[in-house]
């Protein structure tokens, strides 16, 4: 049984000055995370959308960071460049302008930063290095906030360098120097987006980078900063944190940290909407933290307190977190040991807040078809593992799904780096018995050598390179088949030519995974049918992909269980 700790004093006063500006509590989507929310059937999407942006209403996010996509793989999947190569231009690609502008349409206030987490092959010249040609990179960071403003009608607020990866200096100052020429001197730089405070050092010592970087953004700080980073007076946010599951014990961790960053003198710009809400819903970026001491701080008994008040002090916010360790734990970084005990606090309103009679309480209680898509969209319910797969049309009447990605970009997973394939995954991670239907094109200029249809695919994210599952490769121009217990075709179940059945553009393919055997047919005619090897994941995503980088199509891609015909997908394109 824990003991009721002493009552404290806690004065709340603004008279000896404010702490630092609040500039807001975000989200992040990243990865491809959000892809799928494009594909949710209404109401339920803008029930959603209205939890994460609508003001005063569930998360009510200040922020919203979105990756530039650079057609590799960051963590979850890809998402698609607006410059595949240095002459191609499109604004329409991915998901992440459609949901900066459902934000904006919910809370015109809300910010918008960028960040970019892989490129495309060509950003480094075919050197693996981004910075390779500073000038080069800066455009191409440029050229996505130009196409914000002029095609979307969006301004953005920040733009971070590389998440996770090496910053370059150079690179910085071009980039300030660009933005400022074309009219964009409002978009404000955030350094370095990384997981230490290096850049700290960097800014201490170079004053024309001092002049250029306006953000210290650090990655899982811990609640925790450097006395020198406070000292150079630049906002410092937490640019990711949250790192943990989805329960409860990760709404504490979220609970917590949202607190503590600030009490520590760390950083503050941070999914549990709940928690979200008790900072989020009573206050706005440009309010002000009361000082350490004066309404900021540790409590005895364990747990914390921060106070934000309004320009011109008409409003104030208090929120007190008392998150036990057990129910608090972040994934990173590790967190000490620490206790928290029953203690009753009593707040003294001083300075501006003298004449408040009553305070607001609120408490935390917790309860347990493709013929209609646009060109360059992505299709329903897919998932770009590697390479980046778009509708486009061959006519007027047809669409069809096209892998886009010509050469190896530069990524954010250095595993990428293992596999010159591309794959799209869909479905339920538990299918097991599946038949998968499609018909691919082969392009003739910048083509892939071969396509692939898989089921059973057990390896996805960063870890793409080691699927193994049931892949039917097909190369049309040497008119072969393999089926492979892999992704990178190694092991070799069946394989063989067939000139009669194999034509050299235009082809369909079946492949049926039922009751132990697995079949694989090109025009109905079959090419194979082989019992699974013993060794085959039993169960799996569906997929499918180009052996290389290169262009292919896929007209249609129908999914059913063989012992029942109703289809699970069938995403016709015409």
Not at 38 to 47: H, L, S
Not at 184 to 198: C, H, L, P, S
Not at 285 to 299: A, C, D, N
Not at 363 to 381: E, F, H, I, R
Request: overall charge negative.
């Amino acid at each position: 049984m824990q003991a009721c700790h002493a009552s404290d004093l806690i004065l709340l006063d603004d008279t000896v000055g404010l702490g630092r500006t609040f500039d807001g509590v975000g989200g992040l989507s990243a990865g491809g995370i959000s892809k799928l929310l494009m594909d949710y059937k209404e109401p339920q999407r803008t029930d959603i959308l209205n939890y994460l942006f609508k003001p005063g209403f569930g998360a009510s996010l200040h922020v919203l960071k979105v990756e530039i996509g650079g057609d590799a793989q960051a963590a979850d999947a890809t998402e698609a460049s607006h410059m595949h190569n240095s002459s191609d231009l499109n604004y329409n690609r991915g998901f992440e302008w459609w949901l900066m502008k459902e934000a904006k349409s919910r809370n015109p206030d809300i910010k918008l930063y960028g960040l970019p987490w892989d490129f495309p092959g060509w950003v480094g010249n075919g050197t693996g290095n981004p910075y390779s040609d500073t000038s080069r990179l800066a455009n191409y960071i440029l050229k996505w906030v130009l196409g914000a403003k002029t095609h979307h009608g969006l301004d953005i607020d920040y733009v971070g360098i590389w998440n996770e990866k090496p910053y370059n200096i150079s690179y910085m100052k071009i980039l300030r120097k660009m933005l400022d020429d074309n009219g964009f001197e409002k978009t404000r730089i955030v350094a370095a987006d990384g997981i230490d405070w290096t850049i700290m050092n960097d800014v201490m010592r170079d004053a024309e980078l001092d002049s250029v970087v306006d953000v210290l953004g650090i990655h899982y700080p811990g609640t925790e900063s450097p006395a020198a980073a406070v000292e150079l007076g630049k906002p410092l946010w937490s640019s990711e944190d949250y790192s943990t599951y989805d329960n409860d014990a990760g709404g504490g961790c979220w609970a917590r940290i949202l607190n503590q960053n600030y009490v520590a003198d760390a950083a503050f710009l941070a999914l549990l909407p709940f928690f979200y809400a008790h900072t989020c819903q009573f206050s706005a970026p440009g309010w002000s933290y009361l000082r350490h001491g004066y309404g900021v701080g540790k409590l005895d008994g364990g747990g914390s307190i921060v106070s934000l008040v309004s320009p011109g002090a008409s409003d104030l916010t208090i929120v007190i977190e008392t998150m036990s360790q057990e129910h608090s734990k972040c994934i990173r970084p590790t967190l000490p040991s620490y206790n928290v005990t029953k203690q009753n606090i009593t707040l003294q309103l001083m300075g501006s807040f003298v004449d408040v009679q009553e305070l607001q309480v609120w408490y935390t209680k917790l309860q347990a078809n493709s013929d209609v898509m646009n060109d360059s969209s992505n299709a329903p319910y897919f998932m770009a593992q590697q390479g980046v797969f778009e509708v486009v049309s061959v006519s007027d009447w047809e669409k069809h799904l096209r892998q886009t990605v010509l050469e190896m970009p530069i990524p954010w997973c250095p595993t990428t780096a293992n596999l010159n394939a591309t794959m799209n995954v869909i479905g339920n991670y538990k299918w097991a018995d599946i038949y998968i239907r499609t018909e691919i094109m082969m392009v003739p200029v910048n083509g892939s050598d071969g396509v692939y249809i898989a089921a059973r695919i057990n390896s996805t994210g960063c870890q793409t390179y080691l699927a193994r599952g049931l892949f039917f490769f097909l190369f049309p121009n040497d008119q072969l088949f393999l089926l492979t217990k892999d992704i990178a075709g190694n092991e070799i179940i069946k394989g063989g030519r067939n000139t009669a059945l194999i034509d050299k553009t235009d082809n369909m393919l079946d492949l049926l995974v039922y009751k132990g055997y697995v079949s694989g047919k090109v025009n109905k005619g079959l090419l194979f049918n082989v019992s699974i090897p013993p060794d085959t994941p039993a169960n799996g995503f569906v997929g499918l992909g180009t052996d290389s980088y290169g262009y292919a199509d896929f007209e249609y891609f129908d999914i059913s269980d063989p012992s029942n015909p109703t289809l699970y997908f069938s995403p016709e394109s015409d």
